[in-house]
């Protein structure tokens, strides 16, 4: 009888695939790297209609912070729900928001939330970023914005255009005018061919000549928008000298800076926003992923002085997701009441560890790297011919086979940077030391497969 229950939840999961090839976009694409069908999600857990459990490292991009399903999340929601509370209500205020924006403003540095305005957006991060791109071209009355290479902001259309993934526009004409890509402090693929901290110098040497020049090609920014650790480019965290020097550098030059912590915002890092690391105070803050408490919802925070928009400038219908903001308030408190903050830290420090370790074994790792619990593992083809500037050649076939060992085994991680040879870390910041060890052991478990299965 169990055989049989088996055979037909086996056979629902193809069909589920099946349907799903059938009707979806083309556009789709976790699907096509990790072909499952999550029946049942439980903290660090999701079960497939297999029956088998998976490790969830993904954890929605790092939109579940507290993991899957969470007690205290959950609450919060059937709390609401038993009020016949409103679910939608566009921009006007209630109770609950009002709460949603006091505890924001209270996780935020003193000096940043006193003279603090916030924008609810659309339901994703990347109409935050759209809305603070508006927001600062309405303030300064300029038009170029400076990005960075290997940053990702989203795939809407200025987002897209401020992102270096070029797989995306290559097909879509008349990209947003008037962005301008600087190098970001990639030291393991410095593109200045030196690596280490000369590349973090060299980045702010090039960054300042280009503000400094008056025959640079760029008209005075309307702002410059930046990743503290970029998150599809391949998990780099930017030092926070780095940061820091950023920071005085478009400050003396009235250049209003975007941090953009839609990946990184609420504990990630092993501080509850990344740009603490760095000690400094951006213009503008852009969140989404994490704040909704796995639902929905995206913000921009920025300093009075922008606040210049005329009412109904910047829209979308489901700014007012009373569910989201209630699952959101209630994952802020938790995370900070349990400190997950310094505990992605410590777990992060650990999880590097042993990957660190791995590496010294495996000499495809190229590199380790990452701050708390976002994580990248660089693949490399250790015997390919270095290019123009000395860097190991990128092995996505490999990075792509570890994927599926990795998924065999019951671990579920993303690829990305640069051609997809990144294997990225993002587990909810409730998972344990033996969880993370055992993630650990499976995933060298896989690499070592995956190498004989690509010599075989």
């Known amino acids: 009888m169990q055989q049989a229950t088996a055979a037909a939840e086996a056979s629902a999961n193809s069909r589920y695939l099946q349907s799903q090839e059938e009707r979806e976009s083309s556009a789709r694409s976790y699907p096509r790297r990790l072909p499952i069908v999550i029946a049942e999600a439980e903290g660090v857990h999701v079960r497939d209609m297999d029956g088998k459990v ?78 603070s791109i508006k927001l600062m071209k309405t303030a300064t009355g300029r038009r170029s914005i400076l990005a960075f290479h290997g940053g990702y902001h989203g795939s809407t259309h200025a987002a897209m255009s401020l992102s270096g993934t070029l797989g995306q526009k290559e097909k879509v004409a008349g990209q947003m005018p008037d962005v301008h890509f600087l190098p970001y402090p990639y030291g393991y693929r410095c593109p200045f061919g030196v690596g280490g901290e000369e590349t973090s110098r060299l980045s702010l040497r090039y960054i300042e000549n280009v503000l400094r020049d008056p025959e640079s090609g760029i008209v005075a920014p309307a702002a410059m928008i930046v990743e503290p650790v970029q998150g599809e480019g391949g ?65 921009v925070i920025y300093h009075e002085r922008y606040d210049v928009w005329k009412p109904g400038a910047h829209i979308g219908t489901f700014r007012g997701n009373q569910l989201a903001m209630a699952a959101g308030l209630a994952a802020l408190r938790y995370i900070k009441e349990q400190e997950l903050p310094e505990r992605a830290r410590v777990l992060g420090e650990r999880l590097q560890e042993r990957l660190s370790s791995l590496a010294e074994s495996e000499s495809c790792i190229g590199d380790v790297r990452g701050l708390g619990l976002m994580i990248g593992v660089e693949i490399v083809d250790e015997h390919g011919e270095p290019d123009h500037l000395g860097h190991v050649p990128a092995a996505p076939g490999l990075a792509a086979q570890i994927q599926r060992e990795c998924l065999q085994r019951g671990l579920i991680l993303e690829v990305g940077g640069r051609h997809s040879s990144v294997i990225r870390f993002l587990p909810p910041l409730i998972v344990s030391e033996e969880q993370l060890d055992d993630i650990a052991a499976r995933f060298g478990e896989s690499v070592r497969a995956a190498r004989e299965a690509l010599r075989c």
């Open 235 to 299: 998990s780099i965290p930017a030092p926070p000298e780095w940061l820091k020097e950023l920071r005085r550098l478009t400050k003396e030059r009235d250049i209003p800076l975007i941090v953009d912590e839609v990946q990184t915002g609420l504990g990630r890092t092993g501080k509850l926003f990344a740009f603490e690391h760095a000690g400094i105070e951006p213009d503008a803050v852009i969140l989404s992923k994490a704040i909704g408490g796995s639902l929905p919802l995206s913000v």
């Open 54 to 131: 998976y490790y969830d490292c993904l954890a929605g991009a790092g939109t579940l912070a507290l993991g899957h399903n969470h007690p205290v999340v959950i609450g919060a929601m059937r709390e609401l729900l038993d009020q016949k509370a409103p679910l939608h209500t566009l921009d006007i205020t209630t109770p609950l928001k009002e709460r949603f924006v006091d505890e924001l403003f209270a996780s935020l540095p003193s000096s940043f939330a006193r003279n603090a305005r916030i924008q609810f957006c659309g339901p994703t991060g990347g109409d935050a970023v759209e809305a």
